[in-house]
Every structure is written in C-alpha cells, then in structure tokens.
Nanobody
Framework: VQLQASGGGLVQAGGSLKLSCAAS????????MGWVRQVPGKEREHVAT????????WYVDSVKGRFTISKDTRKNMVFLQMNSLTSEDTAVYYC????????????WGQGTLVTVSS
C-alpha cells in the first residue's frame, strides 16, 4: 500500500500550488483520503478530507475558501489545490488515508515540503 505525494515547492505569499497524491496497492473505496501538514516542532494539523466514494469535503477553518481537495478515482489520485498561500501554510504536507469511521489516519505517504516566502 502506497501513497505518494508530490507538488511541493517554494512559492511567494499570495501564490498557488497544487499537491498530488498517487494511491496504489489496494482498493480505497472504503477509505477517506486526507491531507495533513506539520511544521517542525509542532503537532500535525489535519487540513482537508474527501471520501474515496462520496461527495462531501471537510476543511480546517484556516484553509476554508483557499484550499480545495479533489480526487480522480479512475487515476487513483487525490489533489490539494492551495491558493492565496501565506507563510502560515509553510509545512510538510502528507497524504493520508483512513477507513470510514476511524478517527486516526492509518496509511501515510511521504511528505512534500511547501515553503511560502513572504
């Protein structure tokens, strides 16, 4: 089972980035897919979630209106479009998956670093 995140980089404040997550190794139809970010020395922050099967989306308040989570189940991909980035968004972003009903993410990809310069 693998989640492979990509798309991080350096961007100026106010700019945009799109993160991608390639999922492989199992059927994810019973999973919720998410993005979690972490600043070194701080706790992980759950940013957004989308079900593999279903249409709802969840966002942490700090990214509402700026970030959009989406998926392409035919290509086994999950995305995070990030707009109006600020220095507060600088973090390592992880793609993760958890079975429906579970509280904690149980499958993690490697992180991709997003750095927003002010």
């Amino acid at each position: 089972v693998q989640l492979q995140a990509s798309g991080g980089g350096l961007v100026q404040a106010g700019g945009s980035l799109k993160l991608s997550c390639a999922a492989s190794g199992r059927a994810f139809s019973l999973y919720n897919m998410g993005w979690v970010r972490q600043v070194p020395g701080k706790e992980r922050e759950h940013v957004a979630t989308i079900p593999w099967s279903g249409n709802w989306k969840w966002y942490v308040d700090s990214v509402k209106g700026r970030f959009t989570i989406s998926k392409d189940t035919r290509k086994n991909m999950v995305f995070l479009q990030m707009n109006s980035l600020t220095s507060e968004d600088t973090a390592v972003y992880y793609c993760a998956a958890k079975r429906r009903g579970e509280h904690e993410f149980e499958i993690w990809g490697q992180g991709t670093l997003v750095t927003v310069s002010s």
